[in-house]
């Protein structure tokens, strides 16, 4: 590489830092909004929106979704299992973590459908191997890019229109599910660190400007320059809504409250946006379990009650879904630290005005486990496939690189 060359990318780099813009990321666009595609027979609306939510760190199903009418998991867990008194109860000897007041009301009205048993063949227990098979959906690794990138790249070569804010990340990570091989899409950490670029175009013209001449494709520098540049366009294009709207429902001071407040704004004031990625941290619980994890699942509750309730008053519940997933479970059985370590199969959720609330599949059998963990009994790409297919209206064979049957959890 030359010294020019170097020079450049430390510019991009640099820019991108200096006003913390992202961390690059990838994602390429949505179908076009005036397509409307079929599958199994039924339209699938050309405006849906699909939130993924990430409980990153490996949330304890057993704890989240509590079998509360099995002996053996209060035998597993003498300190640590919700007391049944205290459990929520749902439907089959299954129920709520006591904290989960808000998503239990939703799964009352029908509005949640908590898919048990979610996992993959010889699951991995590291972080960031299990974090990357979920997010590029191919655990032996062969499918490059994320599954959400692979999805939107599609989308382009079926002539799909490109739109700044088709795609919007929220994080502070780089999603690998978000990268594509066509396009870029930006990833904030939050909609803060637009509004401090929003009312000054010199900084922006500048950064524009820094990028230089467009780098050889494929190339480190021309991966950066995409994302700055793709980053600079949806400041633009957000200009004109942020501002517009300002959610009328109660959201916690937590990341999952300011998670779901930033994205209930851009889903009220973003017609053209197909899907926000969304990332909170902190379900690692090896150690004191039981308060940390209380605290975080009120606070995810909380903020999907609440903005399903902001759905319904700004007339899009019928067109919104939020996909649930974490790297995986944690064992069967508490440790000696108060706490649970990694483990394998564990719920996923799928929340929305049009999912098939309840129950899908058996739950937890905790006298047939797999080296101490639940056992997985649908694999992860199944319900990544219903999505895909029966609600965003893709192709999930190319997406994932083979056929997976989907769930009847749609309506």
Same mark, same amino acid.
């Given at each position: ?75 597993? &867990? /003498? ?8 459990? *929520? !109860?749902?439907?089959?000897? #299954? +129920?709520?973590?006591?904290? %989960? ?72 990570? &780089? /999603? ?8 870029? *899409? !930006?990833?904030?950490?939050? #909609? +803060?660190?637009?509004?401090? %670029? ?214």
């Amino acid at each position: 590489m030359s010294n020019d060359i170097s020079r450049r990318e430390l510019f991009v780099k640099g820019g991108v830092l200096a006003v913390g813009l992202m961390a690059p990321s990838w994602l390429s666009a949505i179908a076009r909004a005036d397509v409307v595609k079929m599958s199994k027979g039924k339209a699938i609306a050309p405006d849906n929106v699909l939130i993924v939510c990430q409980l990153s760190g490996g949330n304890d199903g057993l704890n989240t979704i509590v079998p509360y009418m099995d002996q053996a998991y209060y035998d597993l &867990r /003498p300190n640590l299992a919700i007391s049944k008194d205290a459990v *929520i !109860p749902a439907a089959d000897g #299954l +129920g709520f973590h006591p904290a %989960m007041t808000g998503f239990a009301k939703l799964f009352k009205e029908g509005k949640v459908a908590v898919i048990n048993n979610v996992g993959y063949p010889n699951s991995n227990r590291s972080h960031f191997k299990s974090m990357d098979i979920w997010q590029s959906a191919s655990p032996d690794g062969a499918l490059k890019y994320g599954w959400i990138g692979r999805a939107f790249d599609k989308n382009c070569e079926s002539g799909g229109k490109l739109d700044a804010l088709a795609g919007l990340g929220l994080s502070t990570e &780089r /999603p690998l599910a978000l990268t594509a091989n066509e396009v870029s *899409i !930006p990833c904030f950490a939050s #909609l +803060g660190d637009v509004q401090q %670029m929003v009312g000054d175009p010199d900084a922006e013209k500048m950064l524009r400007e820094i990028q230089g001449m467009a780098a050889k494709e494929g190339s480190a520098v021309r991966t950066i320059q995409m994302a700055n540049n793709s980053a600079l366009d949806a400041i633009a294009a957000l200009k004109a809504n942020l501002g517009k709207y300002e959610p009328k429902q109660t959201y916690g001071d937590d990341p999952f409250g300011r998670g779901f407040k930033q994205i209930a704004q851009i889903v009220a004031t973003s017609p053209q946006t197909r899907v926000i990625y969304f990332s909170a941290g902190g379900f690692d619980t090896h150690a004191r379990q039981a308060e940390a994890h209380e605290k975080l699942l009120k606070g995810f509750s909380d903020a999907v009650a609440a903005f399903q309730a902001e759905m319904e008053a700004v007339g899009r519940a019928d067109k919104v879904m939020t996909l649930v997933f974490s790297e995986f479970g944690r064992r069967s059985y508490e440790n000696g630290s108060a706490g649970t370590d990694h483990g394998q199969a564990a719920p996923m959720f799928l929340i929305g005005k049009n999912v098939k609330g309840g129950f899908h599949g058996p739950k937890p059998d905790l006298q047939d486990l797999n080296d101490g963990d639940v056992k997985f009994k649908v694999d992860f790409r199944q319900v990544y496939a219903t999505a895909l297919d029966n609600w965003m209206g893709n192709d999930s064979a190319v997406v994932l690189g083979q056929q997976f049957q989907t769930l009847d959890v749609l309506k």
